[in-house]
């Protein structure tokens, strides 16, 4: 995000990548040196939004960042899944899961339309991916209930996902809502940016501690006494067709 020097932190994003060679012995497992980063793949500024220098604030941040990549076993196709905002929108609330698709590492990227428009309804899905269970997709996002439009049906912060039998979709909520897990009532903060592994346990970070819905503040100060910034504790789902639940 931003620009090296600038002296004022902009959101401006773009995406990178880098590669290193893979070593092991039978002690350890090493890197060598990393390749240098490379853009690998841009906005086309027509279906996604060419996030700008000075676009956004806390919760409005638009959006060319979070890539995951995906091997497909089935395709043997390689396809990269980015937090993303529409071009074409008309709403504040312009969020998308972004993708991109190659048939083989040495060949450019290229950008397919949104896998899932949350236009007029949120504004951030964050951090998607993709697990393959029992022949089905399963696409996991992150996302708050402050990036969810005011006048539209919202949910609280957790981790959402959509299911389907191909991994450019069409796909279809989990659990009909949406929702996989999510933060109680009691502590909404308390954990967020949720990933799920392939055997199906779930990583997160520790975000507000102590706090409830009405006392969090956008205060630095007060949001570092609260910020936990560690690992999550880590937990399991189970699924099953449409329907997932902790394990």
Known sequence: A?????????????????????????????????????????????????????????????????????????????FLLFTGSLKQSVSRWNGCIGLATRSRDTEPWGLL???????????????????????????????????????????????YGMVSEQVVGPYRPINDSGIVAANPETAPFQTYSWWVMPDLSVHAFVDLLGTDSQSVKDDPAWRRAHFGGIPAPVFRIALDGDRAWVA
């Open 113 to 159: 339309p949104p896998l899932v428009s949350a236009d007029r309804l949120n504004n951030e899905l964050e951090r998607p991916h993709v697990v393959l269970h029992n022949a089905r997709y399963y696409l996991f996002w992150s996302t708050q209930r402050r990036t969810f439009a005011p006048d539209m049906p919202n949910g609280p912060n957790g981790l």
């Open 2 to 78: 931003g620009f090296r020097g600038e002296t004022v932190p902009s959101f401006a994003q773009r995406i990178f990548s880098t590669s290193a060679a893979l070593g092991w012995t039978d002690a350890d497992l090493h890197l060598g040196s990393w390749s240098a980063a490379v853009e690998c793949i841009e906005s086309d500024d027509d279906q996604y939004l060419l996030v700008g220098p000075h676009e956004g604030q806390p919760g409005f941040i638009k959006g060319f960042r979070d890539p995951a990549y995906f091997y497909d076993p089935v395709t043997e196709s390689e």
